[in-house]
C-alpha cells in the first residue's frame, strides 16, 4: 500500500487516540498553569473552579467538572451526533481520569509569574480544544453549547463561548470578593 493512500484513509483508532491526547493536554494545562494562576474558566468549569478556590478543594472541581461534563455529553448525544458526544466522553473523560495523578509542581510564586502561567495555559488549552474540535469531538462546556447553538440557531459558536465567560468570570470575582471582603484581590 502507497502512503499517501493510506494518508488519504480515515483511521479511527488514530482519531480516538488523538482525541484522548486532547484530553491529557487539557488535564496538563489545567493542573500546570491554570490552576496555579487561579484564572476563572468559561462557563461550567469556570463555576467549578471558582467553587474549588473557594473552599481550597481541588476535588471539588473534579465533581462539579464530572457532573457538568456528565450532563453536557448525554445533551450532546441527543441533540448534535452519536460521534460528537462519544468524541467529547473521551476527551473530558480523559481530563478526569488523568488530572488527579499529575504530579504536583511546586513553584517558587505562581502570582508572581501569572501572567506567563495564563498565556502558557490558554496556548495548551486551546491546542487541546482544536485537536478535540479537528477530530469531531470537543473540550466539553461552552463548545457542546456552542456546537447546539450553531446547528440549531446559525449562530456563531463565539457568541456562547461570550456570554459563557462573562457568567463564569462574574461568578469567579464574587466568590473572590466573598473570601478576601477587599477589592484588590478581586482585581488581581
Request: hydrophobic share 55%; with cysteine; glycine share 8%.
Amino acid at each position: 500500500m502507497k502512503i499517501s493512500s493510506w494518508l488519504d484513509q480515515r483511521h479511527l483508532a488514530l482519531e480516538y487516540l488523538g482525541t484522548a491526547a486532547a484530553g491529557l493536554l487539557y488535564a496538563i494545562a489545567l493542573k500546570y498553569f491554570v490552576f496555579p494562576a487561579k484564572v476563572i474558566l468559561t462557563g461550567f468549569e469556570g463555576v467549578a473552579a471558582a467553587l474549588s478556590y473557594f473552599f481550597k478543594s481541588p476535588s471539588l472541581f473534579l465533581i462539579l467538572y464530572g457532573i457538568s461534563q456528565a450532563i453536557l455529553v448525554a445533551f450532546a448525544y441527543k441533540k448534535i451526533s452519536r460521534t460528537f458526544a462519544i468524541r467529547t466522553a473521551l476527551t473530558t473523560g480523559m481530563v478526569l481520569v488523568v488530572l488527579p495523578f499529575l504530579p504536583e509542581m511546586k513553584m517558587a510564586d505562581s502570582q508572581q509569574e501569572r501572567l506567563i502561567l495564563v498565556l502558557f495555559g490558554g496556548i495548551i488549552s486551546g491546542l487541546a480544544k482544536a485537536l478535540a474540535l479537528r477530530l469531531r469531538g470537543s473540550t466539553g462546556d461552552e463548545d457542546v453549547l456552542g456546537a447546539w447553538f450553531a446547528m440549531k440557531y446559525l449562530k456563531p459558536v463565539g457568541t456562547i463561548a461570550v456570554i459563557s465567560a462573562a457568567v463564569s468570570c462574574a461568578f469567579g470575582l464574587v466568590m473572590e470578593y466573598i473570601t478576601y471582603k477587599q477589592i484588590e484581590p478581586v482585581i488581581n
